[in-house]
């Protein structure tokens, strides 16, 4: 880990942030600070902004109001990305140029290279990344050839072949198959073992549970709860779902279809 001023300031400090999209309010207010080495979930029905507050950390949209910092330092002075692994909410859209796996992965180590090129240290780390998320056997392949959750492990290899000191995740589970939940799970235990402070959208906890230190729900906008991750988050946990019906015994609850 690195010694470096604002070790003891939050990884993620959001202050009364407000952000606006096609002239609507979409963040009314947000706080949300992430500790580091904390593993914070943010949850909340569609819609209500999960997307939008994680773009505003990362600066594709700005806030219009409130206070936004990473590492310590106001977001619009931050310069040091490569403390910042980032994988996208999965869009159904293929992109253009096929690419490999491995060139997918590598333009993730771009911000650590010097010049741009990738040096022995870098393709060490792009191989790691790969064999983490259990993809090394694929690393030839053109991306295009992936099923859509094999495609979403490569995206986190794309983000942990940075070695990032924070980790921000939209949906990483969305549309990913128990055993590639299982493989992301696992590969995220290592991480935050590691001290890898990390930010994740979730519809519900899943086999991540173990890991959420503290949960964040957003409604229309706003905080709803800031605190222990809802003990049992599944549709009816959800915001939107107003009386909590216990569980019946039976089969092991299994991740987004459970
Ligand atoms: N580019 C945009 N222009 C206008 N409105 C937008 C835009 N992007 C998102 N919104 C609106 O902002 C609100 C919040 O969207 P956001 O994507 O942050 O939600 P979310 O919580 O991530 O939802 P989901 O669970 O579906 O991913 C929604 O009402 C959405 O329609
Ligand atoms: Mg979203």
Redesign the pocket.
């Known amino acids: 880990m690195t010694t470096q001023a604002g070790m003891n300031e939050p990884v993620i400090s959001l202050r009364d942030v407000r952000a606006d999209?096609?002239s609507?309010p979409?963040l009314r207010g947000i706080d949300l600070t992430v500790a580091r080495g904390e593993v914070v979930a943010l949850l909340?029905?569609?819609?209500?902004?999960?997307?939008?507050?994680?773009?505003t950390i990362i600066g594709q949209v700005p806030a219009s109001a409130g206070r936004v910092e990473l590492f310590g330092t106001e977001r619009e002075r931050f310069r040091d990305w490569a403390r910042v692994g980032y994988v996208p909410?999965r869009t159904t859209a293929a992109g253009g140029v096929p690419a490999t796996v491995t060139e997918i992965v590598s333009s993730g180590r771009l911000s650590r290279a010097r010049f741009g090129v990738l040096r022995k240290a870098d393709h060490a780390a792009v191989r790691r990344a790969l064999e983490l998320v259990g993809m090394a056997d694929r690393a030839k392949d053109s991306v295009n050839a992936l099923s859509g959750g094999q495609h979403q492990r490569v995206l986190i290899a794309r983000a942990l072949a940075a070695e990032p000191e924070l980790l921000i995740m939209?949906?990483p589970m969305a549309g990913v198959d128990l055993a590639s939940q299982e493989v992301l799970a696992r590969t995220l235990r290592e991480q935050v073992a590691a001290g890898t402070t990390v930010l994740l959208?979730l519809?519900e906890l899943g086999p991540l549970e173990p890991l959420i230190d503290r949960a964040v729900v957003?409604r229309d906008?706003c905080v709803l709860h800031d605190g222990p991750p809802p003990k049992a988050v599944g549709q009816h946990a959800l915001p939107g779902h107003d009386h909590v019906h216990p569980h019946e015994p039976g089969p092991p609850r299994t991740g987004l279809l459970g």
């Open positions: 999209l096609g609507r979409v909340g029905a569609n819609g209500s902004g999960k997307s939008t507050a994680i773009r909410q939209d949906e959208v519809h957003l906008g």
